[in-house]
């Protein structure tokens, strides 16, 4: 069932900040960068039609930024302008969904495959302490919106390890975009929340497990399972843990779709 993307009456005049670097950083890298971090706080909506001027307030950026940012964020997908209406932030449809955790499948299997193999000790110890440290929270039955914080910012940065240990910077850029549109389903559906929160660390901690008994076969099919349920979760579609991990596979119960139509969505 389609859902019209939900529209703010006003952007928030928020600017976000933008890293330090010792380098120089180009205006619409700064850009980028702060219309990303927006994106991913739901400052603004996918779905949403926005005006470059609405985008400098936001950013807080010069309007040649906002310009010279817009052609990368239309190739990157994450941005349309549509006739007569002006800039679009990319809707959620289900085949956006559904190409954007393909790809994340394709990728993320063999990075943790490559993980798995070459990791140090170290890195594996470190994903497993921070895995380890909201499992004890949650298992003692913390359910705060602070720990689930601390629960997202830990899956996503297992998932973004695992890719960095490729060491292809091409791959990497790839991944980042679809990240995104990833993570926007996944906000959109308010994921990582106290329903889900259980059974999402259950599955990274089969990854985890296969990883640091240095099992390829093992991780990369756990990953997979893992992908598939996130993919279920961003359709709005549960189903018992017993049917995403090993070979049974019990009938999927339908919660709800929330994912938006691929028409422009009203003013």
Known sequence: ?????????????????????????KQRDRAYESFRQHLLAM??????????????????????????????????GLIVTVPKR???????????????????????????????????????????????????????????????????TTDWAMHDALIDSLGNDLVRNIYRVNSIKVRLARLEQS????????????????????????DVAAAVEALRAHIESAHLRALGISAPLSSRVGPRRSKLVPRRMGIASSRPASQ
């Open 1 to 25: 069932m389609d859902a019209a993307a939900p529209q703010p009456a006003s952007v928030p005049v928020v600017p976000a900040p933008v890293p330090t670097s010792p380098w120089p950083v």
């Open 86 to 152: 002006g800039l679009q932030i990319a809707p959620m449809d289900l085949k956006l969904v559904r190409n954007a955790f393909e790809l994340r499948r394709i990728l993320e299997c063999e990075a943790v495959a490559v993980f798995t193999r070459h990791a140090s000790e170290a890195e594996i110890a470190a994903l497993v302490t921070a895995h380890q440290a909201v499992l004890t929270r949650a298992e003692a039955g913390d359910r705060s919106k602070r720990l689930l914080d601390q629960a997202q």
């Open 43 to 76: 400052n603004i909506r996918a779905g949403q039609f926005i005006s470059q001027r609405e985008l400098v307030a936001l950013t807080g950026l010069s309007l040649a930024a906002i310009r010279e940012m817009i052609p990368r964020l239309e190739a990157d």
């Open 191 to 214: 994921l990582l929340s106290e329903a889900v929160l259980m059974s999402t660390l259950h599955e990274h901690s089969l990854v985890l497990a296969a990883i640091a008994a240095r």
